[in-house]
């Protein structure tokens, strides 16, 4: 079936380091691919998404790169800052599983703590 | 914006004890979910719902648990006889088009003791 898997947190940095958040997916089919953020006390928000292989999806900073040859979706981020402390979720939704619903499988979260 | 809505924000509740999770989908929505993630854990996915029946499920969702949209603005989640193992935080979540963006409430964290 198909899986998620992204680095372990918490994950601690300074105020305007660089973020890298790995995540590594196996999908049946031809997946689109999500990063989630939830901020304290809030729902899941989406923050960027990919539809194809070699797009990019950006959003207030981040980014990430759908890659089939290595089934990734790594998020990164050149200049963090405290507002981004918070959970982020990478997640698949796979067209070709046969579920006419598009679930989300979603990875276990990433706790970013980010200090001044 | 418009939001999705749950309530309660915590449920504290005895095992054995019948639970209803609410929820409030965005308006104009057409395709209804509830994941749900144990502490420490993925956020699971449950159920999806459309045009007032389940269209998938997952292994999770055993006979305990039932959905149902009663008024065409409130999502419900029911657990029949609440096991410790249900304690988790629930999420629902809402969708125009299954293609599109899914729209998440901030969870209801159900607590069994």
């Known amino acids: 079936g198909d899986s998620v898997t992204q680095m372990e947190g918490p994950v601690t940095l300074s105020e305007e380091a660089f973020l890298t958040i790995n995540c590594t997916y196996t999908a049946t089919g031809y997946p689109s691919l999500f990063w989630y953020v939830q901020y304290p006390g809030e729902g899941l928000q989406l923050l960027l998404k990919?539809?194809?292989?070699?797009d990019k999806g950006s959003n207030k900073g981040f980014e990430a790169t759908y890659r089939k040859e290595t089934t990734s979706f790594h998020l990164e981020k050149g200049s963090v800052q405290v507002s981004d402390s918070a959970v982020y979720f990478c997640?698949?939704?796979?067209?070709?599983?046969?579920?006419?619903?598009?679930?989300?499988?979603f990875g276990k979260g990433t706790k970013l703590s980010v200090i001044p | 914006e418009p939001e999705v809505t749950q309530t309660p924000s915590h449920q504290v509740t005895q095992m054995g004890q019948e639970v209803i999770l609410r929820c409030v989908p965005i308006?104009?929505?057409?395709?209804f979910y509830w994941y749900r993630q144990i502490l420490g854990q993925k956020v699971e996915f449950l159920v999806s719902?459309?045009?007032?029946?389940?269209?998938?499920k997952s292994e999770i969702f055993d006979d305990q648990f039932s959905v149902e949209r009663p008024d065409g603005s409130n999502f419900t989640l029911k657990i029949r006889s609440t096991k410790l193992e249900d304690s988790a935080m629930y999420f629902c979540?809402?969708?125009?088009?299954?293609?599109?963006?899914?729209?998440f409430g901030p969870g209801t964290r159900l607590t069994v003791t």
């Open positions: 997640a698949l939704s796979d067209l070709d599983s046969g579920a006419g619903s598009y679930q989300l499988t």
């Open positions: 990919a539809t194809k292989a070699d």
């Open positions: 979540a809402s969708t125009v088009n299954s293609f599109y963006e899914q729209y």
């Open positions: 719902f459309y045009n007032n029946e389940i269209s998938e």
């Open positions: 308006s104009n929505h057409l395709y």
